[in-house]
């Protein structure tokens, strides 16, 4: 590390995971970091506002922490190991699919906890600055300066430095100035579908209501729920549904008619009134997909996690995908000893198809949850997909396998998902060619001699397995 680069100035806005994880990423290499955020210490709050109470961990983000030795201390030592899938179906009754091989699995994690351990790690460091209740309001970004509005004081404060690095979320400042410079691509779209957080708390001895390692899920086509332990032995429950059957539940009769049609096991592990209550004291959240390009200005900013690339939630992606990004950001500053002028473009280059990739990926499964859940031909590929992978580990790698439990980039998991697909197609038309082949030779057989049949089959054999 050259002298000079010791000295750089960063300028983290946002202090969420990706940028609390960023923040003890470039502690590590020496840098003076500020790290801006418009919440209070969340340490010190009693109830942080947010999306979603707790996460579902997988390869990406674990091995991000893993960069600053916090792998351990989050996802092993407090995550809840999530083996399966359970499936509840409408009357209540159950069954489970294991998400891989044995010992494979997600981990159920809490915002609150994560983001925490992430400051925790970060303040460690001597050369890291947290700046609370500091707002973001304006900025110069190819000349580093920034402008913010300390909440507290209520005063406006100006600040320069040598990289900004936008972690600040879906809704981003950072993004909003880069949107006013040349050649920068914007795109967003708010999905029809919006979410509610319920809870089941602990039974009477404080003990999980339901089966703990699994995600538990309920679908129903245009509504679905999906369930995650938390530490407490309580469950975080999130409700997805479109905005119009949310506005159409507007007495507890109807709230309770409908969970007794669709979500009828989940009555009593919520409890009637606490259902009520909790369901009319809240206001359901909207979701919001972002794509953007490029991710930098220059040689002076740059952006990471949802302020690049807001997915929706269907692939339990979001912050894998943003911790991530801190990751290969790392890995970048290694390979350009620290030189931003090369580290960011590429950041850019090289991110920017896997980003795209993960937010279509997230679209297309909240499609898929919606219109297939429960067709037959749906599960039979996915039976189809995980027996070929059983059968050919190394080769034959599912999507959401590859997605999930691989760091392979994400447009690749597309194009691998590309192949099988033809593979599959082709498999399904020439064993379906074959059925009606088969049956026109049984008519035949009644009007030829046997001797011409076998000499016959044998030249098409030789024909069809050819080309294959
Ligand atoms: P955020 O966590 O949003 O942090 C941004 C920070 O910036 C905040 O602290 C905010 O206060 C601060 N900030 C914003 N504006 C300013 C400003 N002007 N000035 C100063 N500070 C500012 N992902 C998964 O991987 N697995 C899951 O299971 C999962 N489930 C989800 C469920 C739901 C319902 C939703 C909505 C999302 C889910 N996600 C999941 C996605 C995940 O929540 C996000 O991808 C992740 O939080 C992104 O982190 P971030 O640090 O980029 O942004
Ligand atoms: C949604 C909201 C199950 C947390 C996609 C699976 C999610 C999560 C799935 C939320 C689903 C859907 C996968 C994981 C995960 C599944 C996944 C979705 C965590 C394809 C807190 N999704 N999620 N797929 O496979 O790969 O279990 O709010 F219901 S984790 Cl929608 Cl692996």
Redo the contacts with the bound molecule.
């Keep these: 590390m050259s002298k000079e680069s010791e000295k750089l100035h960063i300028a983290v806005v946002g202090g969420g995971l990706v940028g609390a994880l960023n923040a003890c990423y470039l502690a590590k290499r020496g840098f003076e970091v500020h790290v801006y955020d418009l919440r209070e210490d969340i340490r010190q709050l009693e109830h942080v506002p947010g999306r979603?109470?707790?996460?579902?961990m997988?390869v990406r983000g674990s091995t991000a922490l893993r960069g600053v030795g916090l792998e351990d201390a989050i996802v092993r030592d407090h995550g809840i190991p999530?083996e399966?899938?359970m499936i509840h179906r409408p009357d209540g009754s159950t069954y489970a699919?294991p998400?891989g091989k044995k010992g494979q699995c997600?981990y159920s994690v809490g915002r609150r906890f994560l983001n925490e351990a992430l400051i925790n790690a970060a303040e460690q460091y001597p050369n890291v600055h947290f700046h609370f209740h500091h707002k973001l309001v304006s900025a110069n970004l190819s000349k580093g300066q920034l402008t913010f509005e300390n909440l507290t004081s209520k005063e406006t404060q100006e600040t320069k430095t040598d990289l900004i690095l936008g972690c600040d979320g879906a809704y981003s400042t950072v993004r909003k100035q880069m949107m006013k410079m040349p050649m920068f691509n914007y795109s967003q779209t708010y999905i029809p579908t919006v979410?509610m957080?319920l809870c089941i708390p602990p039974d009477e001895k404080g003990n999980f209501k339901m089966p703990e390692n699994h995600?538990h899920?309920w679908?129903r086509g245009q509504f679905?729920m999906?369930a995650?332990p938390n530490q407490d032995k309580s469950w975080?429950v999130?409700l997805?549904m479109p905005q119009e059957i949310f506005d159409s539940l507007d007495t507890p009769s109807k709230l309770i008619d409908f969970f007794e049609i669709h979500y009828r096991d989940t009555i009593p592990l919520i409890g009637k009134e606490k259902l009520v209550k909790d369901f009319f004291a809240t206001k359901p959240s909207p979701m919001i997909s972002v794509k953007c390009s490029p991710y930098h200005v220059g040689s002076t900013c740059v952006i990471m996690g949802d302020a690049s690339h807001a997915i929706v939630?269907?692939?339990?992606?979001g912050m894998n995908a943003g911790l991530e990004d801190c990751f290969i950001f790392n890995q970048l500053l290694d390979k350009h000893d620290n030189d931003l002028g090369k580290v960011l473009p590429e950041f850019s280059q090289f991110r920017n198809p896997d980003a795209e990739a993960i937010c279509d990926l997230a679209m297309y499964?909240?499609i898929e949850?919606r219109d297939l859940v429960n067709h037959l031909s749906f599960r039979l590929r996915k039976k189809l997909d995980d027996g070929l992978h059983w059968l050919l580990p190394k080769r034959w790698v599912p999507?959401?396998t590859s997605?999930?439990?691989s760091r392979m980039r994400y447009h690749h998991c597309i194009q691998n998902k590309k192949w099988q697909d033809e593979v599959v197609s082709n498999a399904v038309r020439t064993i379906g060619g074959l059925g009606i082949l088969a049956a026109t030779y049984c008519l035949y057989t009644s009007w030829m001699p046997l001797k011409e049949v076998l000499k016959d089959y044998e030249s098409l054999l030789g024909n069809m397995v050819g080309p294959v």
């Design positions: 979603s109470i707790n996460l579902a997988s999530m399966s899938r699919i998400y997600i979410y957080e995600l899920i679908p679905m999906i995650l975080t999130t997805f939630p269907f692939y339990g992606q499964n909240y949850m999507l959401y997605v999930t439990f």
